[in-house]
């Protein structure tokens, strides 16, 4: 399973239109002034140690249909429920997103100090997880630009 990431701090302000980042089958645009780096499956774009913002490319089993979008909460909360776990907090709740088009679930996850966004895109047999963490009162502007600007292609 070839997965491709981005990481990238969002403490700061996005500032500037941004630069774009491109992954296996998808891209965004990161904020200017972030370092971007890649390794052989992950693109790094840091600012500070503040937070990150994330996007990777999973290949699923079988091909998404719409007609799974109602059923998807319960397994998708399974995963953002260990994802939680995995930084010491707790899903805090979950809500409908549109990105690139296409109905999405995002989900909170709550720990000390932090708070953490994991979005799932679904398209054909193609999975992508966008996650944004930031401190707590810490500035939702690299996150939105995340889900705003990620394109799948």
Known sequence: MLAVAILA?????????????????????AP???SVQHTHTTWVARSGQAGLVQASS????????????????????????????????????????????????SYRLASAGSVTDVTFVFVGRQEFQLLCRRPQNGDTAPCQQLLSSFAIG
Do not use: I, N
């Open 9 to 29: 701090g969002c403490g700061g302000s996005s500032g500037g239109k941004g630069q774009l980042v491109q992954g296996d089958g998808f891209r965004f645009t």
């Open 32 to 34: 200017s002034g972030w």
């Open 58 to 105: 999973f290949r699923t089993v079988k091909p998404y249909r719409s007609a799974l979008f109602e059923k998807l909460p319960k397994e998708l909360g399974r995963v953002a429920g260990s994802l939680a776990s995995d930084l010491g907090g707790k899903v805090a709740g979950h809500r409908r997103v549109v990105v690139d088009g296409r109905q999405s679930w």
